[in-house]
């Protein structure tokens, strides 16, 4: 049996809720026929932005969402994107698929959405292709009360008020489609634009670097040597690719050793952000300058027949693991992660949400989102667990099990465990310590389950609800005050709250 100890009386960072945060590109059907469908759409919306979606995120708090790339960032040009929608320029995204923007979603259509999820708004500005003038006047668009030609623009363009942006991101993946930059390069090139990123009145703006890519370990160095100081995160991209760039593996169908391969590669992020970490060290031994994971997750080969250049995957039992495990890993590095960004919202890479015309369906990674949101503004709690290997073969050997513990402002201990053996349930006996253990009892426990005979479980629009949590309560035993016993099935993630028993 393994032990999993949660310490009540060791309080160790606060969980940002923005640790729970996505991310929308201009990119195949995430932003039009995903989250817009605009407002003479049969599909039901308000001000043209899809409503089941719109509720669907409400429901799991999201609390940040990232905009509008990603590579179509440092292509994108704000003013392209604002006035009457038929006079807006239409442009070919080169980028994603090679297909026509058209540019009806934009700067006032993103905070529209934002304010209609209730999410804070992060959003990349383009350095790759942009002028530092067209950086600083969009920002001054967006956030500026006062008497000036953008606030008036903004104003003529039917937003009185300006908007609290609080996320800005100065470039993105400058090493690569972002403008092909060296390290030091980018680093001047960024000290001068976040010059002209200005605050206004009362909103302050959390600016972002465009970090690493993967394990560059020197882009992180001369970024942090040369630019430090003018920062408050510097961004990391990691996905989680089964095979390589070229052959990435199919998102169903897989075998078991496939299973294995991707958790452990999912894994390497622990190894990134301790490494990524180190060497900030070595320049912000005081950490004012946060890690911001603002791309993650799988990236399969597209599915059969469809665009290539839209990123369009299935998401399975493996992707909800996947997610789980990352989740577990980030609430550990909460004193330095306070923001990470799961790739991408809609019908876009690790999906929340798939649509298909009128339909819309939830993914096993949304429903972990459900599941942890409850970590979204906890105070992290020590906690351990036992662990053994599991795998095919020595090549992909990983822990059986994965595990994050909170408390939240009311008292309530969330415990999350995952357990990523593909065909082999784990015994678990949970044991709270601390002066209040004895005093706290089972309120909830929600399972999402897998299926050891069927790895590759996944909701279709055939099937919708193929995966979804269950009520697990009746599994869970209490032997004495403050210890609780489970099986917990293969392939399968568990949220457990405990809650103190009231004085009548």
């Given at each position: 049996m393994a032990n999993l100890t949660v310490n009540l009386d060791r309080r160790l960072s606060h969980i940002n809720p923005e640790v729970y945060g996505n991310?929308?590109?201009?990119?195949?059907?995430?932003?039009?026929?995903?989250?817009?469908?605009?407002?003479?759409?049969?599909?039901?919306?308000?001000?043209?932005?899809?409503?089941?979606?719109?509720?669907?995120?409400?429901?799991?708090?999201?609390?940040?969402?990232?905009?509008?790339?990603?590579?179509?960032?440092?292509?994108?040009?704000?003013?392209?994107?604002?006035?009457?929608?038929?006079?807006?320029?239409?442009?070919?995204?080169?980028?994603?698929?090679?297909?026509?923007?058209?540019?009806?979603?934009?700067?006032?259509?993103?905070?529209?959405?934002?304010?209609?999820?209730?999410?804070?708004?992060?959003?990349?500005?383009?350095?790759?292709?942009?002028?530092?003038?067209?950086?600083?006047?969009?920002?001054?668009?967006?956030?500026?009360?006062?008497?000036?030609?953008?606030?008036?623009?903004?104003?003529?363009n039917g937003q009185s008020e300006p908007w609290h942006l609080k996320y800005f991101g100065i470039g993105n993946e400058n090493w690569g489609c972002g403008g092909n930059m060296r390290p030091t390069y980018y680093a001047d090139v960024y000290r001068r634009y976040q010059t002209y990123v200005r605050n206004y009145g009362k909103n302050q703006i959390f600016k972002i670097a465009c970090g690493p890519n993967s394990d560059d370990y020197a882009w992180t160095e001369e970024l942090m040597k040369q630019a430090g100081h003018y920062m408050d995160g510097l961004s990391l991209h990691y996905y989680t690719v089964n095979g390589d760039w070229e052959h990435k593996g199919a998102a169903t169908g897989f075998s078991k050793a496939d299973w294995y391969q991707t958790l452990k590669k999912t894994l390497y992020m622990e190894d990134l952000i301790r490494g990524h970490l180190a060497v900030m060290d070595r320049y912000d031994p005081e950490h004012k300058v946060g890690l911001i994971i603002d791309e993650w997750g799988t990236w399969f080969d597209v599915e059969p027949g469809t665009n290539p250049g839209f990123l369009y995957q299935q998401n399975t039992t493996r992707d909800a693991l996947v997610a789980a495990v990352n989740y577990n890993i980030f609430n550990k590095h909460s004193d330095r992660?306070?923001?990470?960004?799961?790739?991408?919202?809609?019908?876009?890479?690790?999906?929340?949400?798939?649509?298909?015309?009128?339909?819309?369906?939830?993914?096993?990674?949304?429903?972990?989102?459900?599941?942890?949101?409850?970590?979204?503004?906890?105070?992290?709690?020590?906690?351990?667990?036992?662990?053994?290997?599991?795998?095919?073969?020595?090549?992909?050997?990983?822990?059986?099990?994965?595990?994050?513990?909170?408390?939240?402002?009311?008292?309530?201990?969330?415990?999350?465990?995952?357990?990523?053996?593909?065909?082999?349930?784990?015994?678990?006996?949970?044991?709270?310590?601390?002066?209040?253990?004895?005093?706290?009892?089972?309120?909830?426990?929600?399972i999402l389950a897998g299926d050891s005979d069927c790895l590759d479980l996944h909701n279709s629009f055939a099937e919708p609800q193929t995966v979804r949590p269950a009520d697990f309560a009746a599994q869970v035993s209490s032997a004495r005050p403050g210890q609780f016993r489970l099986q917990l099935p293969a392939a399968s993630v568990l949220l457990l709250r405990f809650s103190q028993a009231r004085e009548s």
């Amino acid at each position: 049996m393994a032990n999993l100890t949660v310490n009540l009386d060791r309080r160790l960072s606060h969980i940002n809720p923005e640790v729970y945060g996505n991310f929308s590109e201009h990119l195949g059907h995430c932003i039009y026929d995903g989250i817009y469908v605009g407002e003479s759409s049969a599909i039901p919306n308000v001000n043209g932005m899809r409503s089941d979606i719109v509720a669907a995120l409400k429901a799991i708090h999201l609390p940040v969402l990232r905009w509008p790339g990603g590579c179509f960032a440092d292509t994108y040009h704000w003013e392209d994107g604002i006035g009457p929608r038929q006079t807006r320029k239409r442009m070919v995204n080169t980028h994603w698929g090679g297909v026509v923007e058209d540019n009806a979603f934009g700067t006032h259509e993103f905070f529209e959405f934002c304010r209609q999820v209730g999410c804070e708004p992060y959003i990349n500005g383009n350095l790759g292709s942009g002028t530092v003038r067209e950086m600083s006047e969009w920002v001054e668009y967006m956030t500026f009360d006062g008497l000036s030609p953008m606030s008036q623009r903004r104003q003529a363009n039917g937003q009185s008020e300006p908007w609290h942006l609080k996320y800005f991101g100065i470039g993105n993946e400058n090493w690569g489609c972002g403008g092909n930059m060296r390290p030091t390069y980018y680093a001047d090139v960024y000290r001068r634009y976040q010059t002209y990123v200005r605050n206004y009145g009362k909103n302050q703006i959390f600016k972002i670097a465009c970090g690493p890519n993967s394990d560059d370990y020197a882009w992180t160095e001369e970024l942090m040597k040369q630019a430090g100081h003018y920062m408050d995160g510097l961004s990391l991209h990691y996905y989680t690719v089964n095979g390589d760039w070229e052959h990435k593996g199919a998102a169903t169908g897989f075998s078991k050793a496939d299973w294995y391969q991707t958790l452990k590669k999912t894994l390497y992020m622990e190894d990134l952000i301790r490494g990524h970490l180190a060497v900030m060290d070595r320049y912000d031994p005081e950490h004012k300058v946060g890690l911001i994971i603002d791309e993650w997750g799988t990236w399969f080969d597209v599915e059969p027949g469809t665009n290539p250049g839209f990123l369009y995957q299935q998401n399975t039992t493996r992707d909800a693991l996947v997610a789980a495990v990352n989740y577990n890993i980030f609430n550990k590095h909460s004193d330095r992660i306070p923001m990470t960004n799961l790739a991408q919202l809609v019908n876009v890479l690790q999906a929340l949400i798939l649509t298909d015309g009128e339909q819309m369906l939830l993914t096993p990674t949304y429903f972990v989102a459900d599941l942890y949101q409850h970590h979204q503004g906890a105070d992290l709690l020590e906690s351990m667990v036992d662990t053994q290997l599991v795998g095919q073969d020595e090549s992909a050997l990983v822990p059986n099990l994965s595990e994050s513990a909170s408390v939240s402002a009311d008292g309530t201990v969330n415990v999350t465990l995952a357990n990523l053996a593909a065909d082999r349930p784990a015994a678990v006996q949970v044991q709270l310590t601390g002066r209040a253990a004895a005093a706290y009892t089972l309120a909830e426990a929600r399972i999402l389950a897998g299926d050891s005979d069927c790895l590759d479980l996944h909701n279709s629009f055939a099937e919708p609800q193929t995966v979804r949590p269950a009520d697990f309560a009746a599994q869970v035993s209490s032997a004495r005050p403050g210890q609780f016993r489970l099986q917990l099935p293969a392939a399968s993630v568990l949220l457990l709250r405990f809650s103190q028993a009231r004085e009548s």
